[in-house]
Structure formats: structure tokens, C-alpha cells
């Protein structure tokens, strides 16, 4: 049986004169498990033609014909096919014959007298075959690759040379030679040590030093900037890099890089880096304040829908309280009255009158009217104080869908913080005691709705920063000039690192998903558009106070 088995059908070209050999020939094939499709020539000419109208896997031949021989058959397939398998089937080879068709390229040659291993024999060729393919194209590929490599290294910008374990120059490019002309001013030539063609004792020791390492093993990297030639300064990139043989070093190849232009690049960077910083940080900061902006305007439509809609059957509301409390007084009165009547009725002794007296009395005490009448007005009244509550909560809202309203107008810097603190409400109160300390202060030019907004962020920031019951302190107060509002929380302070970027956009102390670090940076920006200054002071542990001073309007005069 053969050594490998074969998959698909084998195409076989076969030289032999007699149909019974090549009939035996495919008979073992077929027995030993092989496919084969087996065509027979005899003379050069059907081989020819054979060889050049087919695809064949191997070639099988008769040493002698009578027009024709196998040689001749080998030294074509060698000329037109040189890696097809070829075979010598015969019964008339001798032993030098047999030799001196392996030497001529035969892959094995069989007897016909024992035809048993021809099978083996083919199986070995193709399998011999294959290997020579795989190794010629391998080989191939090796060239191809030296080839690339030598052309990347020789066009290469960079110098590339590497020498021996006794510093002596084995390759170099025409970058090097022009590198080193020009920054030492010497000459390369194979076989010259570096440290040698140094121009100084120093730079032959730094050589030395450089290269020993990097026999040792060592990668390393070095930056140099030789003495200016003809003017012009250089600045070098060097990699030194050892060269290993199954494990062994055996030389050092260095790159060297021109970084000049890269560098004064690099220092015209650091230059404007600053500048570009600035501009970055503007530009984020107005990206926030654009993105707020279209937030806080859909937010207005919708609180402007909102307090549309709220607005209509509060007036009812409100109204009907209004008019309910009247009627509950007027009723009050009307059942005292009543009461009075029957009262002076208990001296009558008419039967139906006492029937119609003793009902009442029992209709007032299961009725409870007299805890009706008592609680009926007070009922009334918080109703209606819920009711006027919500009116302020949308007269609020009204301000917030303002906010991007581009009209300045006089703003009471009290009333506005009020307005925040029923916006902030649900927020704070839970948490948080409220302690005004207001005085008297002078109306500011601005915009209502955007101090609004830094107000309400302030006060949900003070909050937030009361980890669970503390107070917060709201302060106003005039100095010459200027309008201050102080807004302080006994919360958990900020620390000392973090004062200096709490109005940076996008920065936050707070978990990812909980804040957008752009409350701040908006609100500085909205108090620096009104003239005005921000600023912050904190301990942590102790709380915060942010103090907001804006320019009050000037008198008339």
C-alpha cells in the first residue's frame, strides 16, 4: 500500500510502447487505492502534444522505445516542467543507469518485474514533489524578501549601518555615508572599526561605550547633537540594537534618525501650547454653554406649555376658593342663626315641633356639625394657600422658560433667589434648614431667568453636598459698587486640589451618571456675561460658600 493516501484522481503521463505494461501499471495503482487516469505515448512528438494539452502529476517512462527513450523524456519534463515527479519504469535498466537517472532528476526508477512497489514509489515522488514545491517557493520568497529588504534599508531616510564584535563596519546604507560626512566629516568603508574613524578621543570612547553595551544585549536609545557644520545644527535619534545567532550576539545594527526638523517642530509646539490650551478651553466652555442653551430652551417650551395649561384651572381654582370661603362664613352665620331658633323653639310643647327638634339634635351629633363647622375653615383656607402655592411654582417656571430671553431688565437679586428656592424646594427641604439673612439692596441690569438658573444650581449643589441633615445660609448685602449674595452650606467641603477647577467644563467630583460638570462652568459664565465675579470658599468638612458680587444699577440722575 502506498505510504500517503492520495485524494482526487492522479493524471499520469506515461512513455511506453506496450498497452500490456502500462495496462499492468495502472492495474497496481488501482489495486494499492490510487485514482489514476492514465494516458500512454510512445514516440517525443504524442509527448509533446500530450504534455502541452494536459495537467499532469506525474511521469512514468519506459528507459527504451523504439523512436523514442526516457532520458530524452526526463530531459523534457526538466525543460518544461522541472518540479513534475518523473519515474523510471523499466525492465531493461541496469544499476549505472538506474544512478545516473536519480543524478539526471528521476525521483526513483522501478523494475517491471516488481511492479509491486510502484505504488510506494509514486506516493514517495509526489510527497517529494510537493516538498520541493514548498522549498522552491519558500526560497523564492526568501530572495524576494532579502531583495525588499535591502532596497528599504539602501532608500531608506534613515542611516542604517552594523558592525562585528570587534566594531568593525559590515553593511551601512548611502544615507549613513552622507551622515557621516556630514556631521564628522569622515568616510565609511566595510571593514574600518567606528571607534577608530572618530575624530576625537571622546567621541571614539562614547563609541566604544555605546557599542559595548549593545553587545551585551542592551537596546537603548540616545539623542546627540554634534557640533554645527557649515552652520546648520543637527539633532540625532540613535537606536543601538544587538544582533543575535541562537542566542548569541554577534554584531550591533544602529539606526539614526534626523529629529532636526521634528524637533524645532516639537519646540514651536511647546511654544503655542499654552495659546491652543486657552483657545481648547474656550471653545469647550462655549460648546457646554451652546448645549445648555438649546437644553434650557426645550426646557422653556415645555415649562411655558406647562404653566400655560396649569395657569387656566388654577384661576378657577383659586377663584372658587376664594368665593367658597365667603359662602362658608355666610354659612357659618346661617346655621348659627338656626341654632339660635331652635333653641328658643325647646319651650314650645307642640309634638311635632319636638320631633322635628329631637331629629336635629341627633343629625348634629351623628353628623359631628359642630367639628364640621369648626374644621370647615381652616380646611378652606389651606386649600386655598395650596392653590396660591402653585401659583408661585408657576410663576417660577414662567422665569425658567424666560431664561434664554435675551432682554435686560431690572432684577431684584432677592426675589430671584426666592424664585430658585421654591424651584429647589423638594430638594433642600428634607435635608437642609433654610436661614435667610437678608439686607436691603439695590436693584442690578440683567437677565432673570440666567441668575435664576445659578442661583437654583448653587442651592441643588448645596444640597447634594449635606451628606444628611444641615443647613443652608442665604446672605445679601450691598458694598460700594456692587450687589454680593452669599450662598453657604455646612456640607462636606471641597478639597484643597479640586478649588482650582471647579469651574472647568466637564469637570466633577461627583459619581459617573450624576453630574455633567458644566453647572458651574455655565453659571461663572453667566455672572462673568453680567459684569460680575464668582467665587468660592471651602474646607473640607466644614462646608462651602460661594459668593456671587454683581454691579448694581447706578441712580438716576
Known amino acids: 500500500m502506498p505510504e500517503i493516501i492520495l485524494k482526487g484522481t492522479l493524471s499520469i503521463l506515461h512513455v511506453e510502447d506496450s498497452d500490456l505494461d502500462s495496462a499492468i501499471a495502472e492495474s497496481v495503482l488501482k489495486a494499492a487505492g490510487l485514482k489514476v487516469n492514465i494516458r500512454r505515448v510512445e514516440d517525443e512528438e504524442e509527448f509533446l502534444l500530450a504534455f502541452r494539452s494536459g495537467h499532469w502529476d506525474l511521469v512514468l517512462a519506459d528507459y527504451s522505445l523504439p523512436t523514442f527513450n526516457g532520458f530524452k523524456a526526463l530531459e523534457l519534463t526538466r525543460a518544461l516542467q522541472p518540479d513534475l515527479p518523473f519515474i523510471f519504469l523499466s525492465g531493461t535498466m541496469g544499476e549505472e543507469l538506474a544512478v545516473e537517472s536519480l543524478r539526471q532528476g528521476a525521483i526513483d526508477y522501478v523494475l517491471k518485474n516488481s511492479p509491486q512497489r510502484l505504488p510506494n514509489s509514486v506516493a514517495r515522488a509526489l510527497k517529494a514533489a510537493v516538498a520541493q514545491r514548498e522549498k522552491a517557493a519558500a526560497e523564492r520568497e526568501l530572495r524576494?524578501?532579502?531583495?525588499?529588504?535591502?532596497?528599504?534599508?539602501?532608500?531608506?531616510?534613515?542611516s542604517i549601518w552594523s558592525v562585528d564584535r570587534e566594531y568593525r563596519l559590515m553593511s551601512f546604507n548611502s544615507t549613513s555615508l552622507e551622515m557621516f560626512k556630514t556631521n564628522l566629516g569622515v568616510d565609511l568603508a566595510l571593514g574600518i572599526r567606528m571607534d577608530e574613524i572618530m575624530p576625537a578621543e571622546a567621541l571614539r570612547a562614547e563609541m566604544r561605550e555605546r557599542l559595548d553595551r549593545a553587545l551585551r544585549g542592551e537596546r537603548f536609545l540616545v539623542e546627540v547633537s554634534p557640533p554645527p557644520r557649515g552652520g546648520k545644527e543637527n539633532h540625532l535619534e540613535i537606536a543601538y540594537n544587538p544582533i543575535r545567532v541562537a542566542g548569541d550576539v554577534i554584531g550591533v545594527v544602529v539606526f539614526t534618525r534626523n529629529v532636526t526638523e521634528r524637533k524645532m517642530a516639537h519646540e514651536e509646539i511647546l511654544r503655542h501650547r499654552d495659546e491652543l490650551e486657552k483657545i481648547n478651553a474656550r471653545l469647550l466652555e462655549n460648546q457646554a454653554q451652546l448645549l445648555q442653551s438649546e437644553k434650557l430652551a426645550c426646557i422653556g417650551q415645555l415649562a411655558?406649555?406647562?404653566?400655560?395649561?396649569?395657569?387656566?384651572?388654577?384661576?378657577?381654582?383659586?377663584?372658587?376658593?376664594?368665593?367658597?370661603?365667603?359662602?362658608?362664613?355666610t354659612l357659618k352665620m346661617a346655621i348659627a342663626e338656626c341654632a339660635g331658633l331652635l333653641q328658643a323653639a325647646q319651650a314650645s310643647s307642640d309634638p311635632k315641633i319636638m320631633a322635628e327638634l329631637d331629629h336635629f339634635r341627633t343629625m348634629r351629633r351623628d353628623k359631628q356639625l359642630n367639628d364640621v363647622l369648626e374644621d370647615i375653615g381652616p380646611l378652606v383656607t389651606e386649600t386655598l394657600n395650596g392653590a396660591k402655592r402653585v401659583n408661585e411654582i408657576v410663576n417660577s417656571l414662567k422665569t425658567v422658560a424666560r431664561a434664554d430671553d435675551s432682554r435686560v431688565q431690572l432684577v431684584d437679586v432677592q426675589v430671584c433667589l426666592e424664585e430658585a428656592l421654591k424651584l429647589a424646594w423638594n430638594e433642600v427641604k428634607y435635608k437642609c434648614t433654610i436661614r435667610k439673612d437678608f439686607n436691603p439692596v439695590s436693584m442690578v441690569s440683567g437677565h432673570p431667568g440666567q441668575l435664576q438658573q445659578v442661583f437654583l444650581n448653587l442651592l441643588m449643589n448645596a444640597a447634594q453636598a449635606i451628606p444628611k441633615k444641615g443647613e443652608v445660609i442665604l446672605r445679601t448685602r450691598e458694598e460700594p459698587g456692587s450687589v454680593v449674595l452669599e450662598i453657604q452650606d455646612d456640607g462636606s467641603g471641597i478639597a484643597p486640589e479640586n478649588l482650582a477647577k471647579i469651574f472647568t467644563p466637564f469637570f466633577t467630583t461627583k459619581p459617573v451618571g450624576k453630574g455633567t460638570g458644566l453647572g458651574l462652568s455655565i453659571s461663572y459664565g453667566i455672572i462673568q456675561a453680567h459684569g460680575g465675579t464668582m467665587n468660592v470658599k471651602s474646607q473640607p468638612g466644614t462646608g462651602t460658600t460661594f459668593v456671587i458680587s454683581l454691579p448694581k444699577l447706578a441712580p438716576a440722575t
Open 304 to 329: 411655558a406649555g406647562v404653566t400655560h395649561e396649569i395657569n387656566n384651572p388654577m384661576t378657577f381654582v383659586t377663584s372658587n376658593l376664594a368665593t367658597l370661603t365667603e359662602y362658608v362664613e
Open 144 to 158: 524576494e524578501s532579502e531583495a525588499r529588504l535591502a532596497a528599504l534599508i539602501e532608500n531608506s531616510q534613515d
